[in-house]
């Protein structure tokens, strides 16, 4: 069994009726595979991961398909019917939650008569200021898979905080270009996964 296969998928995805800014992109993949065999692919699944009802929307399945296929095709990969053979099987994953972040908020300012203002230490209980800011923080995970073997062959994790739709849908796609660019990794992308990968072998066997 390859490392890739052991591997859990956490706190899963992202989307769409929104996006956003404050993202966390990452990228794994089996350094053995030839991928720049791959012609077409097709998409066999769509799951979510916070049971919130979002892929109950058959409009919001198509904008996520849609936000896939766009990076997937400047890669030269084209989109079949499942009832036709396709070299990758695409399996998405989504999650949508609301988060409260709250931030203090320290002055240091001519006011205070070049006395502290006190707002920190045994004082702070008392004189802190806080800013609630409620969110939502969307992920978006992108599974590719031998359709023969079901072995997981490439996932992409895209995480971010969904405030503005328009900046947030900008900014994943940025993201996710920026993440399939290396599709399909050269022979130093693969070198340098194999090395990651034998590290994280080793850290997780002890």
Known sequence: MTA?????????CMMLPAIACASDVQTDFDPSVDFAKFKTYSFVAGLELSKTGLLSNPDVRERIKNFIS???ETRGLMEVPRDQQYDLAVRY?????????????FMDDPMWAGYPP???????????????????????VIDLMN???????????????????TEAYIEAKKNLDKSFAQ??????EKEKMQKERARLERKYSK
């Open 183 to 188: 599709f399909p990794p050269d022979k130093s």
């Open 70 to 72: 766009g990076v997937m």
């Open 93 to 105: 994953w989504v999650a949508r939650q609301e988060k409260t972040e709250e931030t203090a908020v």
């Open 118 to 140: 006190y707002w920190s230490g045994v004082w702070a209980p008392y004189y802190t200021e806080y800013v609630v800011n409620n969110y939502v923080d969307g992920t978006l």
């Open 147 to 165: 359709p023969a073997t079901k072995e997981l062959l490439w996932r992409t994790y895209l995480r971010q905080k969904i405030e503005d739709r």
């Open 4 to 12: 890739m296969k052991t591997w859990c998928v956490q706190a899963f």
